[in-house]
């Protein structure tokens, strides 16, 4: 349990130096951290379904771009405290995640555009759904075979 404690916060080296030592000092307990999580997760999914449900009233294309990102950005930040979010964004940035990062903050700007200043649903609807498979290739990423297995999977289904 406590090696998981290590890696879940990102202490997973065995030596730390001496500015990690202060930062681990003033840094929430691992408890805290998980229930911060679990509460930011879930505000999240929540978020995002009461912005797909505000998306059917008359006008609701700008609720629903403003909820249904800012869930997407929560449920996203919700790992910044398992983690840190120093090291949350080092990870986002490493290459075998780049691209997918880049494409996902790329729809979060691109839907609150579409729903906000050029109200066109369709547009929003779209860049909804990017914003959906950027995030899911993104955290496929973090297990490992995840994106071989689903790559595998889609051209056994085309083929």
Partial sequence: ME????????QDDEEQ???????DASSLSFST??????????????????????LW????????AVFYTFGN????????????????LKKMFETTRLLATIVMILCFI???????????????LLFCILQFLSMTWYSLSYIP????????????VVS
């Fill in 3 to 10: 090696k998981l404690r290590r890696v879940l916060s990102g």
């Fill in 17 to 23: 130096g001496l500015t990690a030592q202060v930062l």
């Fill in 33 to 54: 951290r998980l229930r911060w999580f679990a509460i930011c997760f879930v505000s999240g999914v929540v978020f995002s379904i009461l912005g797909t449900a505000l």
């Fill in 57 to 64: 009233l008359p006008g609701g294309i700008k609720l629903f």
């Fill in 73 to 88: 950005i929560a449920a996203l930040a919700s790992t910044c405290f398992l983690m840190g979010p120093v090291k949350q």
């Fill in 110 to 124: 691109l839907t609150l555009c579409a729903g906000l200043w050029w109200h066109k649903r369709g547009l929003a």
């Fill in 145 to 156: 075979y995840a994106r071989d297995a689903v790559i595998k999977c889609c051209s056994s």
